[in-house]
């Protein structure tokens, strides 16, 4: 059964033979975007749809139903969903890398300007919440060694090919 429904899944997205041959972008119909059947369920509003987006033609009322079928028809599937979301994760992950480059480090590089080399000033300007919270995360943990395992091995290939 699971295999059966992944080649459906497949064949949705490369298409047949003869639909390819058929087709102008030689590609499968597509699979929806996820929450696209919830477009379906709304039929009552009409909306104007001019041919060639040009508002001098004829124009067709379609129904937000009718509407997002015609869309779907004319390449937006999961895979247009999926290139539309890249720059939104791009985005989404520097925001969280320069929020914690801020929240971690920007308060250390503040001690110790704000210290002028005492310890005991640098310790009571310094968060320690935060920088217990650094120290304790397996995530940075993790980047810290593969980092050094990967100088560590980079300095040894170096050494094996002089």
């Given at each position: 059964?699971?295999?059966?429904?992944?080649?459906?899944?497949?064949?949705?997205?490369?298409?047949?033979?003869?639909?390819?041959?058929?087709?102008?972008?030689?590609?499968?119909?597509?699979?929806?975007m996820?929450l696209?059947?919830?477009?379906q369920?709304?039929?009552?509003?009409?909306?104007?749809?001019?041919?060639?987006?040009?508002?001098?033609?004829?124009?067709e009322?379609?129904?937000?139903?009718?509407?997002?079928?015609r869309?779907?028809?004319?390449?937006n599937?999961f895979?247009f969903g999926?290139?539309?979301?890249?720059?939104?994760?791009i985005?989404?992950?520097?925001?969280r890398?320069?929020?914690?480059?801020?929240?971690?480090f920007?308060?250390?590089?503040?001690?110790?300007?704000?210290?002028?080399g005492?310890?005991?000033?640098?310790?009571?300007?310094?968060?320690?919440?935060a920088w217990?919270?650094?120290?304790l995360?397996?995530?940075i943990?993790?980047?810290?060694i593969?980092l050094f395992?990967?100088?560590?091995f980079?300095?040894?290939y170096?050494?094996?090919?002089?």
């Amino acid at each position: 059964m699971g295999m059966s429904m992944s080649n459906h899944l497949l064949s949705d997205v490369a298409g047949s033979y003869s639909s390819r041959s058929k087709s102008s972008n030689n590609g499968g119909s597509g699979i929806p975007m996820p929450l696209f059947e919830l477009f379906q369920l709304i039929g009552k509003s009409k909306f104007k749809v001019y041919q060639g987006n040009n508002k001098s033609n004829k124009y067709e009322e379609m129904t937000l139903a009718d509407l997002s079928v015609r869309v779907f028809e004319e390449g937006n599937d999961f895979r247009f969903g999926l290139a539309q979301a890249i720059p939104v994760v791009i985005n989404e992950l520097m925001i969280r890398f320069l929020w914690a480059l801020k929240s971690r480090f920007v308060d250390g590089i503040d001690a110790g300007l704000r210290s002028q080399g005492q310890v005991l000033r640098f310790a009571l300007h310094l968060n320690f919440v935060a920088w217990k919270r650094l120290a304790l995360d397996k995530r940075i943990n993790r980047i810290i060694i593969f980092l050094f395992l990967a100088r560590r091995f980079f300095v040894l290939y170096r050494m094996g090919n002089k």
